[in-house]
């Protein structure tokens, strides 16, 4: 009888325990085939001779996502040509925000000039796999798809030119050298991610 209340009260303490969600600093992420803003469906295994990728979740609409526009374009302009490319996903529910309809994310990457894939996330799959709670929010990843680092761009999300630390920069410095990113994780700063209604 002891061991059955043993084993009763082992079965109810597991299903107490929460799920893990999300990707911590040493997981290895899932890929993904998403689509792009030009209709193309994009994964990161098409990146042949990637040395890693910096995965950003991102939208249209939040003054977050906005503020760091210029910087994850700037971003992809410095790594994509070392081999570590910008890839943004936008998993924001068109529903619960108009701004961010696929419509919009084509418009907005045409007038942006994106050199970078700007993928929709429509079932919310992926943003809920990674652990992606706001915009942006970011996870650099080595060739091997393991998480190097995960949390905010930098640290001033208001003003670029008073930036002091470059988190993601630092990162992708540090996967080029083959070391461990000097602060491997932030909170990412940002407007949550607009999440489908159960």
């Known amino acids: 009888m002891k061991k059955l209340v043993v084993v009763v009260c082992a079965l109810i303490a597991m299903a107490a325990s929460p799920v ?23 994964s990161l295994a098409d990146y042949k001779d990637a040395k890693g990728y910096i995965v950003i979740f991102d939208c249209n609409t939040c003054p977050y996502s906005k503020a760091y526009n210029q910087r994850i374009m ?17 998993a924001n529910d068109p529903a619960a925000s108009s701004g961010d309809s696929f419509e919009e994310m084509v418009r907005i990457a045409k007038q942006k000039k994106y050199m970078f894939p700007y993928l929709v996330d429509e079932t919310q799959e992926i943003a ?14 080595s060739k091997n798809l393991k998480v190097t680092y995960i949390g905010a761009i930098d640290d001033n999300s208001r003003k670029a030119d008073a930036v002091t630390k470059r988190y993601v920069e630092d990162a992708a410095d540090a996967l080029l ?6 602060t491997p994780k932030t909170k990412a700063i940002g407007c949550g991610i607009k999440w489908k209604s159960a």
């Not at 893990?20 to 994009?42: C, R, S």
Request: net charge positive; proline share 5%; aromatic share 6%.
């Open 128 to 141: 809920k796999a990674y652990g992606a709670t706001n915009t942006p929010h970011v996870f650099v990843l």
């Open 177 to 182: 050298e083959g070391k461990a990113a000097p």
């Open 20 to 42: 893990k969600e999300g990707l911590e600093v040493g997981d290895t992420a899932i890929d993904f085939k998403l689509k792009n803003v030009d209709g193309k469906t994009v």
């Open 74 to 90: 700037d971003l992809n302009a410095k790594y994509a040509a070392k081999g570590i490319p910008v890839v943004a996903i936008n």
